[in-house]
């Protein structure tokens, strides 16, 4: 039996990674490491958590003993790390916790995985990233697996030296590794700070909505499903030491995106054509703001034939009646410190 270390399983991604790992693959054994921080939560994962062949563990990646120890006593064969600080505006607030725990955290994994597999045929450190790392585009162009790397947010410098790290280890010691860089994902179970969410979950409650600057930063929308299935392929079939770039050709400027969200939900919510719209509010715009991030995936689709499953109107409609149907766990996972969080960061703007 394979045994594969997931790290953030309890998170957006990560749920979605371990289910799809969980039930495709019942010889493997799935350990879900997840510190459970605020945006981490084992109600994502309640179908599969009698599974005989998942179990989960709470711990920290930047704990270095105690990684060490569970790397000694499960034996595993490969890891897929996506266990991250991953919201960009929290990155602004408080940047040293995402130094600690995307950069001193891989950094313990790493070390973990390179002092316990002495022999390293049919091993693999498999690390998730964001397109984030490129720094932001133009009008045109597209992220390449080749594009020069340019974060330039506290979230995308800790990616990007993650990154750096990972393939440091491949160079050093041989380490058998593989990264991927992916675009912005949606779908069910992700927290309601970020931007789909949060539009969601404000139209429901009538609440402003607040688009950053003139909300015409673009961003490149993938279903999650599809990131999952994607992130399977490569753990398959990706070769040792490379990178693949992993998103859907689906570029929306944000304001037309809450535009849309607005119209299929004054029909859902049964609203007067145009109520929700009034709630759109333009905020101060996000420091240093990437303006538009675009993947070109030719090569996990060339290569690996790899291609996205959904059309977005789809994806959209599908993760707007998810969060409709779950508004107890948005309200479970939003009441305490999320309130704080929230009042931070737009009584300000
Ligand atoms: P998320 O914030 O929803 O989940 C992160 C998970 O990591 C949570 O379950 C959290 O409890 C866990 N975690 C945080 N710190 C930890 C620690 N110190 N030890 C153990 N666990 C810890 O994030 P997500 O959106 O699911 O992103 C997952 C990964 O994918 C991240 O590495 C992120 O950089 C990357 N990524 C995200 C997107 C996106 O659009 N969300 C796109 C590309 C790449
Ligand atoms: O590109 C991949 C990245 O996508 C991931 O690596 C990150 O983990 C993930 O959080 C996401 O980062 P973004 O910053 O692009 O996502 P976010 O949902 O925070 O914002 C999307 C866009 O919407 C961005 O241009 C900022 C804007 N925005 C966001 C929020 C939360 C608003 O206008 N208003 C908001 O309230």
Redesign the pocket.
């Given at each position: 039996m394979k045994k594969i270390l997931i790290t953030g399983g309890a998170g957006f991604i990560g749920s979605h990674l371990v289910r799809l790992f969980v039930n495709k693959y019942p010889d493997y054994f799935i350990t879900n490491l997840d510190a459970l921080t605020y945006a981490g939560n084992l109600e994502n994962l309640t179908d599969i958590e009698n599974s005989p062949n998942y179990t989960f563990v709470k711990g920290d990646i930047t704990d270095e003993s105690f990684v060490e120890t569970l790397f000694e006593e499960n034996k595993f064969d490969a890891v897929i790390h996506l266990a991250?600080e991953?919201?960009?505006?929290r990155s602004i607030l408080d940047p040293m916790s995402f130094v600690k725990t995307n950069v001193l955290g891989t950094g313990v994994l790493l070390n973990a995985a390179k002092k316990n597999w002495t022999n390293l045929s049919n091993k693999l450190f498999y690390h998730v990233?964001?397109?984030?790392v490129y720094g932001s585009l133009g009008e045109v162009g597209f992220f390449t697996e080749t594009t020069p790397y340019d974060p330039r947010?506290p979230?995308?410098a800790s990616?990007a030296a993650s990154d750096h790290l990972v393939r440091a280890y491949h160079h050093t010691y041989n380490l058998p590794v593989v990264v991927s860089n992916?675009?912005?994902?949606y779908g069910s179970h992700q927290f309601p700070?970020?931007?789909?969410p949060?539009?969601i979950n404000n139209i429901v409650h009538s609440k402003p909505l607040?688009?950053?600057?003139k909300?015409e930063?673009?961003?490149?929308w993938l279903w999650v499903e599809d990131h999952a299935r994607a992130i399977d392929v490569i753990f398959h079939k990706g070769i040792i030491g490379e990178t693949y770039n992993i998103g859907g050709f689906n570029e929306w400027k944000?304001i037309d995106i809450?535009h849309l969200l607005c119209r299929i939900m004054d029909k859902k919510l049964n609203r007067a054509e145009g109520e929700s719209e009034k709630l759109i509010t333009y905020?101060k715009d996000?420091a240093g703001?990437?303006k538009r991030?675009a993947i070109d995936a030719t090569k996990l689709e060339n290569e690996l034939g790899w291609s996205p499953s959904l059309q977005f109107e789809e994806g959209l409609d599908k993760t707007i009646e998810w969060y409709l149907a779950n508004e107890t766990w948005v309200s479970r996972i939003t009441s305490g410190s999320y309130k704080q969080y929230y009042d931070q960061?737009?009584s300000k703007r």
């Amino acid at each position: 039996m394979k045994k594969i270390l997931i790290t953030g399983g309890a998170g957006f991604i990560g749920s979605h990674l371990v289910r799809l790992f969980v039930n495709k693959y019942p010889d493997y054994f799935i350990t879900n490491l997840d510190a459970l921080t605020y945006a981490g939560n084992l109600e994502n994962l309640t179908d599969i958590e009698n599974s005989p062949n998942y179990t989960f563990v709470k711990g920290d990646i930047t704990d270095e003993s105690f990684v060490e120890t569970l790397f000694e006593e499960n034996k595993f064969d490969a890891v897929i790390h996506l266990a991250a600080e991953s919201h960009v505006d929290r990155s602004i607030l408080d940047p040293m916790s995402f130094v600690k725990t995307n950069v001193l955290g891989t950094g313990v994994l790493l070390n973990a995985a390179k002092k316990n597999w002495t022999n390293l045929s049919n091993k693999l450190f498999y690390h998730v990233s964001t397109d984030e790392v490129y720094g932001s585009l133009g009008e045109v162009g597209f992220f390449t697996e080749t594009t020069p790397y340019d974060p330039r947010s506290p979230y995308s410098a800790s990616k990007a030296a993650s990154d750096h790290l990972v393939r440091a280890y491949h160079h050093t010691y041989n380490l058998p590794v593989v990264v991927s860089n992916c675009s912005n994902n949606y779908g069910s179970h992700q927290f309601p700070e970020k931007l789909l969410p949060l539009m969601i979950n404000n139209i429901v409650h009538s609440k402003p909505l607040p688009v950053y600057g003139k909300g015409e930063n673009v961003r490149d929308w993938l279903w999650v499903e599809d990131h999952a299935r994607a992130i399977d392929v490569i753990f398959h079939k990706g070769i040792i030491g490379e990178t693949y770039n992993i998103g859907g050709f689906n570029e929306w400027k944000n304001i037309d995106i809450v535009h849309l969200l607005c119209r299929i939900m004054d029909k859902k919510l049964n609203r007067a054509e145009g109520e929700s719209e009034k709630l759109i509010t333009y905020v101060k715009d996000r420091a240093g703001h990437d303006k538009r991030y675009a993947i070109d995936a030719t090569k996990l689709e060339n290569e690996l034939g790899w291609s996205p499953s959904l059309q977005f109107e789809e994806g959209l409609d599908k993760t707007i009646e998810w969060y409709l149907a779950n508004e107890t766990w948005v309200s479970r996972i939003t009441s305490g410190s999320y309130k704080q969080y929230y009042d931070q960061q737009y009584s300000k703007r």
